[in-house]
């Protein structure tokens, strides 16, 4: 199975603030990465795939890059609707994997 | 668009069947360019992959879960479903059914229904 790294686990910042979210794959997986935001209560939400395809409809301060077994998630300033938890995904290889996630909350 | 609703029992015993069926409206499970998947989240916990159907009935599982799961497709009904046998305590958990798409987006989860908790407890 493919292993999914994220970190921080957790990470508090303000409005406006910049913030980066790594992922690490324990082998190498092209871009074959998504990445998902999950709301307290609601269903994960698409954000990114391919490691850097934003979905329809995602605002475009959102944006991934990173092949092979390195990726990040970047959201440029930090809008109060984005203080949730994070999640990166392999898409290469059943079974299918997820990061443990990320939380972002208010400093 | 696309919505996907899941429904089944929400509290199920020790050592007994984990029923769950999605259903899809609005496109048809039939296309060739999807998979249906369930994934599950225990309370306060992250993310699990249970496994996934084709519309050709083709099947995908999670070797962890592998000897307790059965998914399957009916097409007529547009509808497919989870069945997790001899469950425990540590199979309580929100099930969410989802589209896998490789054409619109890369392999990725692209729909998700709502999620349905389904507690184990006697």
């Known amino acids: ?107 | 668009q696309l919505q996907l609703q899941e429904w089944g029992p929400g509290l199920v015993k020790p050592s007994e069947t984990l029923s769950l069926t999605c259903t899809v409206s609005r496109d048809s499970i039939s296309s060739s360019s999807y998979y249906w998947d369930w994934i599950r989240q225990p309370p306060g916990k992250g993310l699990e992959w249970i496994g996934s159907v084709y519309f050709s009935g083709s099947t995908y599982y999670n070797p962890s879960l592998k000897s307790r799961v059965t998914i399957s497709v009916d097409t007529s009904k547009n509808e497919f479903s989870l069945r997790l046998s001899s469950v425990t305590a540590a199979d309580t958990a929100m099930y969410y059914c989802a589209r896998r798409s490789y054409s619109d987006s890369n392999g990725s989860f692209d729909y998700w229904g709502q999620g349905t908790l389904v507690i184990v407890s006697s």
Not at chain 1, 16 to 39: E, F, N
């Open chain 1, 1 to 107: 199975d493919i292993q999914m790294t994220q970190s921080p686990s957790s990470v508090s910042a303000s409005v406006g603030d910049r913030v980066t979210i790594t992922c690490r794959a324990s082998q190498g997986i092209s871009t074959w990465l998504a990445w998902y935001q999950q709301k307290p209560g609601r269903a994960p939400k698409l954000l990114i795939s391919g490691a850097s395809t934003l979905h329809s409809g995602v605002p475009s301060r959102f944006s991934g890059s990173g092949s092979g077994t390195d990726f990040t998630l970047t959201i440029s300033s930090l809008q109060p609707e984005d203080f949730a938890t994070y999640y990166c995904q392999q898409t290469n290889s059943v079974p299918l994997t997820f990061g443990g996630g990320t939380e972002v909350d208010i400093k």
